[in-house]
């Protein structure tokens, strides 16, 4: 079992709908989770950051933690062409002694066509 | 401010060649990664630094990489011999102090290619 998993999709939403990106976790005591965003031949840009139960918004992006399910979303509103990118989860894990090390899904391809 | 810069953005060797990859984190971050990515895959974890020492070299694959920060900002990935199998695009991130909750931010990355 991957240590994160992620629906490599590709997931096509049309303009203006709601895009829903799904992240499952193996390692329990896991503690801090975040969303990136890739766009086509760049590096990874931080867009989300979760660390207790519930949901987080920030402006069309909406963050939901479920650390019973050991689940994590992404919902983005409204959704744009130029949301297109590859969604990567990403976990920080609970023991050892690396404590930022984040291991990473392999990520949720998303297209949004108009 | 200015965001984490790394050089050279591509960098084209031949196996059995030495490669320097090098790192410059944003201001005042403490913490330093180094991921790998290969295509169609999430960054894979290689090396965290936490000042000049690295707390953290679990993910390096074998002895031909090194990695050093010898003054707590700038870092250099070294990989020695280099492999086809060591073709991908290496990451480097920094956070503010390396905690479990730290934000980290990456830098462009550079393409290395082995031919």
């Known amino acids: 079992q991957k240590e994160v998993e992620q629906n490599s999709g590709p997931l096509s939403v049309p303009e203006g709908a709601i895009a829903s990106l799904n992240c499952t976790y193996s390692?329990?005591?896991?503690?801090?989770f975040f969303w990136y965003r890739q766009y086509s031949g760049k590096s990874p840009e931080l867009i989300m950051s979760i660390y207790s139960n519930g949901d987080k918004e920030d402006g069309r992006f909406t963050a939901q933690l479920n650390k019973a399910s050991q689940y994590v979303s992404l919902l983005i509103r409204d959704s744009q062409p130029s949301d297109s990118a590859t969604y990567l989860c990403?976990?920080?894990?609970?023991?050892?002694?690396?404590?930022?090390?984040?291991?990473f899904g392999q990520g949720t391809i998303l297209t949004v066509h108009p | 401010g200015a965001g984490v810069s790394q050089t050279p953005s591509n960098k084209v060797t031949e196996k059995g060649k030495y490669v320097e990859l090098r790192c410059d984190p944003i201001s005042g971050h403490t913490a330093l990664y180094w991921y790998r990515q290969s295509l169609g895959q999430g960054p894979e974890f290689l090396i965290y630094?936490?000042?000049?020492?690295?707390?953290?070299d679990s993910g390096l694959p074998n002895d031909r990489f090194f990695a050093v920060r010898p003054e707590g900002s700038v870092s250099t990935l070294k990989i020695q011999r280099t492999e086809r199998g060591d073709s991908a695009v290496y990451l480097c991130a920094s956070s503010l102090q390396g905690d479990r909750g730290d934000e980290q931010y990456f830098g462009p990355g550079t393409r290395l290619t082995v031919t």
């Open positions: 390692d329990r005591g896991s503690q801090s």
């Open positions: 990403a976990v920080t894990n609970a023991g050892g002694t690396s404590y930022g090390k984040l291991t």
């Open positions: 630094f936490q000042g000049t020492g690295a707390a953290d």
